[in-house]
T-cell receptor, first 116, second 114 residues
Framework: AQKITQTQPGMFVQEKEAVTLDCTYD???????LFWYKQPSSGEMIFLIY??????QNATEGRYSLNFQKARKSANLVISASQLGDSAMYFC?????????????FGAGTTVTVRA | DTEVTQTPKHLVMGMTNKKSLKCEQH?????MYWYKQKAKKPPELMFV???????INESVPSRFSPECPNSSLLNLHLHALQPEDSALYLC?????????????FGQGTRLTVV
């Protein structure tokens, strides 16, 4: 069963506007972590932001913020003031303990296209 | 040094060839990962090494053989691959949870099997 769900295959956003990327997850590990990565067409996986399951406050990193709703098992990424360089694939990922070690598993991804 | 270095960046190999992918990190991370990523799909976990021991094998075919000679180096040996194995292969490393939370990725090796 899919553990990380991203329901938006693609999104268009106007330059300078904000965009929200959805992510829901499922795990039985009480000590999990949630990540967002950006992957441009070059293929490199760029870390954006992290939220631990016990973190009380929502994570923020510059223009990126994570809307963490633990009871709903959602961890949406908000990108504010979109720039043309934000056009890329965005993955939500979850670290959980599984069969003796920590796995990092990814959602299907959302392609973001920023329009001028 | 917060880099994970993968070599080569591109590799073309025939179905009868033997080749290896290499991944290095000098951050003292305890865990290293191999992922396979097809175009427009998410990375799929293949193997996890923790303290140089294989801890997770996601039922990967034996034509992929991982090796961790030391705490900084992770290899993926390839033999008798199929064209459907063509993909981007990503290596990642992660520290012990008490030392940090971020997983660092290399730039990947684009593999084409002909």
């Amino acid at each position: 069963a899919q553990k990380i769900t991203q329901t938006q295959p693609g999104m268009f956003v106007q330059e300078k506007e904000a965009v929200t990327l959805d992510c829901t997850y499922d795990t039985s590990d009480p000590s999990y972590g949630l990540f967002w990565y950006k992957q441009p067409s070059s293929g490199e996986m760029i870390f954006l932001i992290y939220q631990g399951s016990y973190d009380q406050q929502n994570a923020t990193e510059g223009r990126y913020s994570l809307n963490f709703q633990k009871a709903r098992k959602s961890a949406n990424l908000v990108i504010s003031a979109s720039q043309l360089g934000d056009s890329a694939m965005y993955f939500c990922a979850m670290r959980e303990f599984y069969e003796g070690d920590y796995k990092l598993s990814f959602g299907a991804g959302t392609t973001v296209t920023v329009r001028a | 040094d917060t880099e994970v270095t993968q070599t080569p960046k591109h590799l073309v190999m025939g179905m009868t060839n033997k080749k290896s992918l290499k991944c290095e990190q000098h951050m003292g991370h305890r865990a290293m990962y191999w992922y396979k990523q097809k175009a427009k799909k998410p990375p799929e976990l293949m193997f996890v090494y923790s303290y140089e021991k294989l801890s997770i094998n996601e039922s990967v075919p034996s034509r992929f053989s991982p090796e961790c000679p030391n705490s900084s180096l992770l290899n993926l040996h390839l033999h008798a691959l199929q064209p459907e194995d063509s993909a981007l292969y990503l290596c990642a490393s992660m520290p012990d949870l008490f030392a940090g939370t971020e997983a660092f990725f290399g730039q990947g090796t684009r593999l084409t099997v002909v």
